[in-house]
């Protein structure tokens, strides 16, 4: 009912009066049936603070009375009864029974979840951190499931690759050059043959002042119809065809031209081969392993590279001359592989050949997931990664439950009146479905923010491209619908139907027991699931940490440290011996070798060897390592029989390695010296052993290899220098490179950092598995810090009945501690055998390892009992040192 007011004097027209723009914006805000009364107010209350205050104090107060409006309440408007629209009659009806119920759940729902706030706090956080991590790795495995999977016609997209099947069997990504003329003119089972050679970082010049470095591929027309790089719109689809033309993309045309047309504009490639670019290809995906960005025709290669395309030559297999094919509908891989595949290997090869040299189909899916053949990571590194969110989701789903069912205790009055007047089971239920459902919204919202926030570092790690747009991208807002559904399902379903269940009269009288909201066996359980899942991780951690430290430290046979490698453009041999004397002049430069590469190295060639005057070739391939006298001191090699190499140009001289020697089938080093041995199609003298190094990570055993001179194969300066004087020898070493070739760019890198590199993927892999497990523990010792202070809530009368009777700290702390290390040891039983098992896999990709002892295992329950009891000391301390007449005054 609305209060009748004396008219006041109308303060806008008074000095001092009440600011009239508020008063605008209150009509404007508040709704209409309160909007007289309250305004009626406000002034009133206006003209008394004036007269007792002043102005000036009146408006303040006026301002901030209004602020204090500011109030959902004040802006609900009344339904009105005048509106003859048929749209505002609706407004009439009343709202639907199901609305009114929906939001009356979700308003108390609000309500409950201010009340206890460190509850909601502690879900929130755990849930947050979990889903966080969920979403990075939903959108890392996403990205790497995504790879080349745009190409028209992707399924019958094929690499030919080679198998060695010798004592073992080596994968290579290439083919011999003429295998991709022979299977387009012999077999006509494919729609389109493609030969492709991808060069690695050559020097292109745009002009004499602008150089770049970039990986180009020399590709056959036909490369364009199988795979699915589109041209920019506007360029004619056949400019590859032509001569002395080149295809580049839309980033380098803008790298290189700027803001001028690219097409027509001439580069130059490695000094030698120059081309116009006839059209501009689409910047590529993010999510395709051909990465050459400039494509030639393959024309060109014979004048670029001769070396790579020998017409009829199938004894030579570079990883870097490929063939990819499109088949035709209908032809199956299979088939391929078992009929024209190994026809080739029959009809070019002899019989003894055609049993090494075999040729086998890779699908373009597997590319990306193929380590043996150059690809990124294996799909079970995916799949490990996708079960650790997983169990990242059940560990605060388990906090959820956990915390859910020690509270129910305390709702039980609460759920014992809503019975009382009516409610029934499933009003309960999603009573607390609803709750659940706001709590996993606001962590919904959190985990996604932090996940953004988080996004750029693992780019970073990983140097990805990596994007987190659910506006754009339906996959990732289809799975966090489905996550917070998930969510909502594992956490809310068991404590819902356990408050659901509570008899009224027994929860009015407080006399539920703990059997009854789900008792301390179920919560027991659910801890042992947290502590078991943080010590799988931890162990796991240990596991890694501890192989990647040995793979740092472990001797690999040779110096790394301190040894600079420097590519050269060209092998002239006036120029290198040349280069090589000023690099040894140069201040700070210890030792020079020149050579094709360092020690270890994934691209070393291998070949057959012909022993002594034994009748047939050797069963193994051997590794062939090339360089001058100055190789072995350089890199530190030890030389354990015979001696090191005389300088030569040309392959005289043999040094073998231990393995060698032994698959040669001698005990003794000096056995094989003095014997003459012909490796690839060279005869030389063995001269002596070096003592086995790796010549690979330590994923792969040690191979058989051999180290000789031949200067026409050398592409690498390998420096010795003093870490000491590097500040000034870089410069010097610059400054002799760019009179030798001064058209090449100055790169250099560092052997350690190489070795480095390949263990990328184990150091990644490593750095995940150690953010998950903080995660883990954190969420665990939320949940445990939630559970240990509903515990002192309960044992409050217990605790002081026993100090009362002279208990004294230590005692009652044991009270807490007892209970949880119980439940460690129990989880380390769980987690021990699971974590053996997976670190035991893992490790067996690796030959060279580190033993899973004992160690390991005691040192992951201490750092998890730590841990735990850390969390719980706090609340069991504050329960130890209350005053016992409080505790039991409490009660």
């Known amino acids: 009912m609305k209060r009748e007011y004396p008219s006041p004097p109308d303060p806008k027209d008074e000095p001092g009066g009440f600011p009239s723009w508020a008063e605008r914006w209150l009509k404007l805000l508040m709704a209409p049936h309160l909007r007289e009364e309250l305004l009626g107010d406000l002034q009133e209350m206006f003209l008394q603070r004036r007269q007792q205050h002043g102005s000036f104090k009146a408006r303040l107060f006026y301002l901030w009375q209004m602020l204090l409006l500011l109030h959902p309440r004040l802006w609900r408007r009344e339904a009105t009864t005048t509106s003859p629209s048929y749209l505002s009659q609706l407004n009439h009806y009343p709202k639907p029974a199901f609305t009114t119920m929906f939001q009356n759940t979700f308003l108390v729902a609000w309500r409950k979840l201010r009340r206890h706030k460190s509850y909601t706090l502690i879900n929130v956080l755990s849930l947050s951190l979990g889903m966080a991590s969920v979403i990075l790795i939903f959108t890392l495995v996403k990205y790497h499931l995504s790879f080349d999977t745009f190409h028209v016609h992707k399924d019958r997209i094929y690499r030919i690759t080679t198998e060695f099947h010798e004592d073992k069997i080596r994968f290579n990504t290439g083919v011999p050059s003429p295998l991709g003329e022979a299977f387009r003119q012999d077999y006509p089972v494919a729609e389109k043959v493609a030969r492709v050679a991808f060069l690695t970082k050559r020097v292109v010049a745009v002009s004499p002042q602008k150089k770049f470095e970039e990986d180009v591929a020399f590709a056959e027309p036909a490369f364009f119809d199988i795979i699915h790089l589109p041209l920019v719109p506007g360029t004619a689809p056949n400019v590859f065809q032509g001569r002395q033309t080149a295809l580049i993309t839309e980033r380098l045309a803008k790298k290189y031209f700027g803001e001028q047309t690219a097409v027509g504009q001439t580069i130059r490639i490695d000094d030698s081969l120059v081309v116009s670019v006839a059209g501009v290809l689409q910047d590529l ?21 001769p070396g790579l395309v020998e017409k009829d030559w199938w004894y ?11 088949l035709k509908p209908g032809v199956s891989a299979a088939a391929v592989n078992d009929l024209v595949l190994s026809a080739i ?21 597997d590319l990306h997931f193929n380590p043996d053949l150059g690809g990124y990571t ?17 560990t605060t789903c388990v906090n959820f439950v956990n915390l859910a069912t020690a509270q129910a205790l305390g709702r039980a009055k609460e759920i014992g009146i809503r019975k009382i007047l009516g409610s029934q089971p499933r009003t309960l239920f999603w009573q607390f479905i609803a709750e659940t459902t706001l709590l996993t919204g606001f962590a919904l919202l959190l985990a996604s923010t932090l996940a953004y ?11 990805l491209q990596l994007e987190l747009n659910p506006g754009q991208d339906i996959s990732l807002l289809l799975f966090l619908a489905v996550l917070m559904l998930v969510v909502i399902f594992l956490a809310g379903s068991y404590p819902g139907l356990i408050l659901a269940r ?18 301390f066996s179920l919560r027991k359980g659910l801890v042992i699931t947290q502590f078991a899942i943080s010590q799988l991780l931890i162990m796991g951690t240990l596991v890694i940490a501890h192989q990647m430290r040995y793979a740092r430290q472990a001797d690999l046979g040779f110096d790394k440290e301190a040894i600079v490698l420097l590519p050269v453009p060209d092998v002239h041999k006036a120029k290198s011996h040349a280069l090589g004397a000023q690099f040894s002049r140069v201040t700070g430069v210890e030792k020079v070798t020149f050579c094709y590469e360092a020690p270890t190295s994934e691209y070393s060639p291998t070949t057959g060897i012909l022993f002594d005057s034994r009748p047939e070739a050797e069963k193994f391939s051997i590794v062939q390592k090339f360089g001058d006298q100055e190789y072995v001191p350089t890199f530190g090699l030890k030389i354990v029989a015979g001696r090191n190499l005389l300088p030569a140009d040309t392959i005289r001289e043999y040094l073998l390695n231990e393995s060698a020697v032994r698959a040669l089938g001698f005990t003794v080093n000096q056995s094989v010296l003095g014997k003459k041995a012909v490796i690839n199609g060279h005869r030389g003298t063995v001269v002596g052993v070096v003592k086995d190094f790796h010549n690979k990570s330590f994923h792969a055993a040690i191979d058989p290899l051999c180290i000789t001179t031949l200067s026409e194969n050398y592409a690498t300066y390998g420096i010795k220098v003093n870490l000491k004087s590097l500040a000034t020898s870089l410069p010097q070493l610059q400054k002799a490179w760019d009179a030798t070739y001064p058209t090449a760019i100055f790169t250099y890198r560092f052997l ?13 892999i490593q750095w995940l598995i150690q953010a998950f497990a903080g995660i883990a523990i954190f969420i665990g010792c939320l949940g445990l810090y939630g559970l240990v202070a509903f515990m002192a809530t309960q044992k409050t009368k217990e605790i002081g009945v026993r100090k009362v009777l002279g208990a004294s700290l230590g005692s009652i702390l044991w009270l807490f501690y007892r209970e949880f290390l119980r439940l460690l040891l129990l989880a380390f039983v769980v987690a021990a055998p699971l974590a053996w098992w997976l670190m035991h896999e893992w490790l067996s990709n690796f030959v060279y390892r580190v033993e899973l002892g004992s160690r390991i295992f005691v040192l992951a329950i201490l750092i998890t009992g730590g841990i735990a009891l850390i969390t719980v000391g706090y609340q069991s301390l504050k329960a130890a040192l209350t005053n016992p007449v409080q505790s039991l005054r409490s009660e």
């Open 285 to 305: 995906p993010r999510n395709t392993d051909f990465r050459s960005e400039i494509y030639v025709p393959f024309s060109h290669l014979n004048e670029h590279s």
């Open 502 to 519: 509570f008899q009224p009269i027994v929860a009015l009288k407080g006399k539920l027991s703990q059997k009854q909201i789900g008792g």
């Open 378 to 394: 294996e799909k079970k590194n995916l799949w490990a990664f996708a079960f650790i969110g997983f169990i990242l989701i059940i």
């Open 316 to 326: 030579s297999v570079n990883k870097q001359m490929q063939c990819f094919i499109r």
């Open 453 to 463: 926030l988080i996004l750029p570092f693992v780019n970073q790690l990983f140097e």
């Open 345 to 365: 290997s029959r009809t070019y090869y002899d019989e003894k050949m055609a049993q090494l040299f075999r040729f086998k189909l890779q699908p373009l899916a």
């Open 752 to 764: 350690d950092e190489d070795i480095a590199r390949a263990y990328q993927l184990d150091t990644m």
